[in-house]
């Protein structure tokens, strides 16, 4: 939606059009940030009547909330190390969404990337920890590349519904792995709790330095800075936007789509198998039942509400980790459950979505209505 | 627009450090009876609080303590085995001062709570699942778990006594030594009533997989069982389930008689209050806390549900006398001659493996009489 509207840059404004012009440069623009913001409020305000509901107070909610998520340099790196994998796993929605497809099945290319990166790690102990490490990523990468890759040849070949295919082969994935941890790839020592055998601790990814956040928050913004400049600067990002607004003229235009659709939705899959090597290599240590933690689903939330542009899954991911890191402490300082947090999750999803329906409406956002009114 | 924002969530940030600084004093905060408490004790969940089962059972030991001079408990549920556990053990400490913890799920042990440990060598620590090992873990780690599978051989006996068909369901997670042993058990004190009983065990692959857990039990009692009981993260769905369709059950972990008021014979229960109880007065007189703490129906750590009105006099006057016998200590649940159900020998005449042996906890294998594999 924001790709269509094309506008001089700012030195061109300034020089010739003055004070009006760079009014209305701001006007086009501040409409995707006004409108995102403004869903925000009015989903909290929601939010907070619900808590009056059960007897609590918001203003004490939201207080213990930004302490939690935000409030002190320990809670920053709490959000920021809970936002890190939801980057890679929004990637995975994100991507196909630009082409059209709802692609819902990013846990299992996950999970396949977390025992494939494991399998790896294990399988070259000895070798030097770089190439180790990079084969892992890649190996991860290509794990999920192929899982979701799947989904788009399908998808495009054969017709399937990606939504409804990326889904069921998300469950066959987790039982693959489970099949792996508890078979053929089981560390013997690991008798309660299946898993491969450990990384050797040169393997392991650590955290940036400076901070309690491993490496995978940088691997996560690269790769959405990366995604964006995909989108939006290259012949392919333009061919898929073009297959994604209207399939048939993309055809009629000579564009590859079927290829364009696997592409991406392999390199959608592949960002996903990267999120689930850095679970190995950074958090777990060894692939296991854990990897299915729901990185995949919540990922789904992260790129509806960014409107699958890479960019915007940047704050999404850290704002959806501050909410995760400071629903313990609701938890633990309001007497709150757990499911407060998904309650207000819920209401910001819908009323985000809902907040689509507004794009375009507002006369204050397009300067074009102003000409005519005055 | 972006460097206006920062800043002024820089102010913000400001402002919530002045915040945190002067506004701890007042009352405003619950953090203030966090703080004022002795000690603060952390608990963590893998799953909600009030699930009928492994949670429960732990968030009902944790809220025994509510009461304990000095004391302040802190508890988090749905806590994933991921980083999140990890920053939640660092923000109980960071935010909430907490001294001891207890996470309290199996896969919150290794790499979490020993990442934990090290970097917090002043908190203690202790995890429900019994794996901590001088020579390999630190000192401020530990581990306690009980012996539950005598609760299971209990509830097989009084199953044994229940059941018309002969036949007894088990809808079983995961095929892991912990679990197989409740199998075994299970179908062991059954058949010290009637040897000709058989247990089928159907395994979710999954701690917490309602839908399955559903199927499975319909499938046992279509398949002629008529008491079933279970070891996975909730029962919840099993009694449900099992009670609607008319069969019998034995509980586990909690005390599902609620669910199934009518229905539910017996269950093998956790008894956490005891544990952290103990924890606690070690921790209040100053004393170090033990690193390896096990105990079965003896030692208070596992109690039965009290029977239900089902129960019949023969079952009850049995259930009396092997919970007896265990109390004294010694007994052994696998014992020779005992085959697995693929033919191989694993207690032969005369050998005895009592609650304690480590023998245990590597089993691989289900008894004769339980229908099921375990791969």
Redesign the interface.
């Known amino acids: 939606m924001a790709d269509t509207v094309s506008s001089p840059d700012v030195r061109t404004i300034l020089d010739a059009r003055g004070y009006r012009a760079a009014l209305e440069w701001i006007a086009r623009r501040a409409e995707a940030f006004v409108i995102p913001l403004a869903a925000l409020v009015v989903g909290m305000v929601l939010f907070s009547l619900f808590i009056l509901a059960v007897g609590k107070s918001p203003v004490q909610l939201y207080e213990t909330m930004w302490r939690g998520g935000f409030g002190s340099w320990f809670s920053i790196q709490n959000s920021l190390s809970r936002g890190a994998p939801l980057l890679l796993a929004a990637l995975c929605v994100a991507l196909p969404a630009r082409l059209g497809l709802v692609v819902i099945g990013g846990e299992g290319a996950i999970v396949l990337g977390g025992v494939a990166a494991a399998a790896i790690g294990v399988a070259l102990n000895g070798a030097p920890s770089f190439l180790v490490i990079l084969l892992m990523g890649a190996g991860g990468a290509a794990a999920g590349g192929i899982w979701i890759g799947v989904v788009g040849a399908l998808r495009h070949y054969r017709a399937v519904n990606e939504t409804i295919s990326s889904l069921l082969m998300a469950y066959i994935a987790i039982a693959l792995m489970n099949h792996l941890v508890e078979g053929p790839l089981r560390d013997p020592a690991s008798l309660n709790k299946p898993s491969t055998q450990p990384l050797a601790d040169i393997y392991r990814v650590g955290n940036i330095p400076g901070m309690e956040v491993h490496w995978g928050l940088v691997v996560g913004i690269l790769a959405c800075v990366l995604s964006w400049l995909l989108i939006e600067k290259t012949r392919w990002g333009f061919a898929a936007r073009i297959a994604g607004g209207n399939v048939r003229a993309a055809q009629v235009q000579g564009l590859a789509v079927g290829p364009l659709i696997v592409g991406f939705t392999a390199l959608a899959g592949g960002f996903a198998g990267l999120a689930g090597m850095l679970e190995v290599a950074a958090v777990q240590g060894s692939a296991n039942g854990s990897l299915a933690a729901g990185y995949g689903y919540t990922g789904i939330l992260v790129a509806f509400l960014a409107r699958h542009n890479p960019l915007a899954i940047i704050p999404v991911a850290i704002l959806l980790g501050g909410i995760d890191a400071s629903g313990g402490l609701i938890q633990r300082r309001m007497d709150l459950p757990d499911a407060t947090v998904l309650v207000l999750q819920g209401m910001l999803f819908i009323v985000i979505l809902f907040s689509e329906t507004f794009y375009g409406r507002f006369k204050l956002f397009n300067p074009d209505l102003w000409q005519r009114s005055t | ?1 972006t460097g206006k924002f920062m800043l002024s ?1 820089r102010d ?2 400001k402002t ?2 002045a915040g ?1 600084a002067f506004g701890l004093a007042s009352a ?4 203030r009876a966090a703080r004022a408490a002795a000690a603060t004790v952390g608990f963590i969940y893998v799953g ?2 009030d699930d009928y089962g492994y949670n429960q059972a732990h968030a009902e030991g944790a809220a025994s303590l509510k009461g304990v001079e000095g004391i302040s408990i ?11 556990v990890q ?2 053990m ?3 400490i ?3 001062g907490a001294s001891l913890i207890f996470p309290t799920s ?2 919150y042990f ?2 979490h709570m020993l990442a934990m440990c090290a970097k917090f060598p002043d908190v203690q620590f202790r995890h429900c ?1 019994g794996m901590w090992n001088k020579d390999k873990h630190p000192m401020n780690a530990g581990s306690y778990f009980g012996y539950i599978g005598m609760g299971q051989y209990l509830n097989g006996v009084v199953a044994g006594h229940t059941t018309k068909s002969k036949k007894l369901g088990f809808v079983a997670a ?5 679990v197989l042993l409740n199998v075994n058990s299970f179908l062991l004190g059954a058949r010290s009533v009637d040897p000709a009983i058989t247990c089928q065990v159907i395994f979710t ?2 701690w917490s997989l309602a839908v399955k857990e559903a199927e499975a039990t319909n499938a046992l009692i279509d398949q002629g069982a008529d008491v079933v009981t279970c070891h996975v993260d909730s029962p919840k769905v099993v009694v449900e389930t099992a009670a609607g369709r008319g069969a019998f059950i034995c509980g586990y972990h909690a005390n599902q008689s609620p669910l199934a008021p009518e229905k539910y014979l017996t269950g093998a229960e956790w008894n956490w209050a005891k544990v952290y109880k103990m924890f606690v007065d070690d921790l209040i007189a100053g004393k170090p806390l033990p690193n390896f703490t096990r105990g079965g129906l003896a030692d208070g750590f596992v109690k039965m549900s009290p029977l239900g009105p089902a129960v019949g006099e023969a079952a009850r006057k049995q259930f009396d006398a092997t919970l007896a016998e265990m109390m004294k200590g010694g007994f052994s649940v696998i014992k020779g001659p005992l085959k697995s159900n693929k033919g191989a020998v694993v207690a032969t005449e005369g050998q005895a493996f009592v609650e304690t042996a480590i023998e245990l ?2 089993m691989d294998y289900l008894v004769e009489g339980v229908v099921g594999s375990t ?1």
């Open positions: 627009m969530r913000l940030l919530s450090a945190a405003a905060f619950p953090i909600p609080k802190v508890e988090e549920e749905n806590v994933p085995e991921t980083v999140d920053k939640t660092e923000s109980m960071n935010l909430d199996f896969g290794d790499p699942g995961k095929p892991i030594p912990q692959g999954e906890e590597s791969a």
